[in-house]
Every structure is written in C-alpha cells, then in structure tokens.
C-alpha cells in the first residue's frame, strides 16, 4: 500500500532550526511536495523537489532521497509565525497525490 | 474572483440530504480536485479532473459525484448525505497534473447530523 510518515507534532525554540523528517512508500514516484497549514485555513505550497537533493528556498530548505524513499524540510532562523503544520506528499505513478497526516510545528518564544 | 473559491463556507446538513459544493477557479487551470480533511488524517482525494470534460476517482470516492463542465466550475454533489462525511472539504488547482504545485480553496466546513 501506499504510505507516508511524518511526526504528529515538533516543538522548537523561535530563531532555531527545526528539520521534519517524512518517509514514503508509494507506487510510483512523480515528486514530493511540502505544504504549510496554518490552523483553520487551506495548505499552501512550499516546495517540490523530483531529483535527489537539496533545494533551498529563503528560511526554508527541502531535501530528498529517492533510494531511501526519505524528505526533509528545514525551517531556519523560526518566526512565530512558523506555527502551523507541514504536510509532506507524493505524487505517484497516477499523478495524484498521497498526503501525509501532517506536523504540527509549535514555536515557542 | 482571484483565485480559487469554495461556498459555502460552512454548512450543517441533514443526514439524507443532497448538497452541492462550489468550487470556482480563475486562473485557467487544467487540472481540479476535491479532498476531505479529517482530525489526524492526511488530505484524502475524493475525485479528480485533468482537464474539462473529463473526471476521475480517487481515493475514497463513494458517495460523491462531480462534473467538470467547464475550465472554471468543479462542484461536488453528497447525493444523500451521511454523518462520516462531516469534514472540511478544499477543492485545489493546478496548471498541470504532473509536478505543479496545487492552489488550495479556503475550504468548506460541512456537519452531518
């Protein structure tokens, strides 16, 4: 079956770094995705990577390994409003998306 | 419109009712979609379209119907509504189906009782 896992909820320190691990099993790979959810509101898009590695993007950094079948996101130099949950997903073989359940980052001052 | 819209925002329903969720995009994407979100769940796809006139099921389908009649409108219909399809539904766009990032509706609240 297809699968993905990611940590239910991280607590960091503002102006930390913080890394949210996800692993997946999915039939096929077409891209991982990372999307932030701030409490009662609709994901929003971060980052996509398809190839092995790093791709950095302002505070925030997405890593892949396909053969591991394992992602990263970094979140550096944390702001209040960093709180939210960040939701890892695949698209497979069909092109459709398999989610995660998500992580509730807490920052605390 | 800028964007993706959804209406209503919240809703509570009858167990046995028919209703019909909006969901608008102004951005000229090909590709439409509707999920449900539950409490402790990832997003869960519901049904699909590539591009107008086409629709496709995902993964827990029953009990819902769509139509993609143009570019624009992609309504999901709950033909007779349940209370396990209490949840938050977001329909999302996207340019392409493959790797393009997908925009979110703000979401619709539904409550069956």
């Known amino acids: 079956g297809q699968n993905i896992d990611q940590p239910t909820e991280m607590t960091a320190t503002e102006g930390a770094i913080v890394q949210i691990n996800c692993t997946y099993q999915?039939?096929?790979?077409?891209?991982l995705f990372w999307y932030q959810q701030h409490a009662g509101e609709a994901p929003t898009f971060l980052s996509y990577?398809?190839l092995d590695g790093l791709e950095e993007k302002g505070r925030f950094s997405s890593f892949l390994s396909r053969s591991k079948g394992y992602s990263y996101l970094l979140l550096k130099e944390l702001q209040m409003k960093d709180s939210a949950s960040y939701l890892c997903?695949?698209?497979?073989?069909?092109?459709?998306?398999?989610w995660g359940a998500g992580t509730k980052l807490i920052i605390k001052p | 419109i800028a964007g993706i819209t959804q209406a209503p925002t919240s809703q509570i329903l009858a167990a046995g009712r028919r209703m019909t969720l909006r969901c608008t995009q102004d951005?000229?994407?090909?590709?439409m979609y509707w999920y449900r979100q539950d409490l402790g769940l990832g997003l869960r796809l519901i049904h699909y379209?590539?591009?107008?006139?086409?629709?496709g099921k995902g993964e827990v389908p029953d009990g819902y119907s769509v139509s993609r009649a143009n570019t624009d409108d992609f309504p999901l219909t709950l033909a007779s509504a349940v209370p396990s399809q209490t949840s938050v539904y977001f329909c999302?766009?996207?340019?392409?189906?493959?790797?393009?990032?997908?925009?979110f509706g703000p979401g619709t609240r539904l409550t069956v009782l």
């Open positions: 951005m000229r994407h090909n590709a």
């Open positions: 999915t039939s096929g790979f077409n891209g």
């Open positions: 999302a766009s996207s340019l392409a189906v493959h790797g393009d990032e997908q925009f």
């Open positions: 379209s590539n591009t107008a006139g086409t629709t």
């Open positions: 990577n398809v």
């Open positions: 997903s695949c698209q497979d073989s069909n092109y459709q998306l398999i």
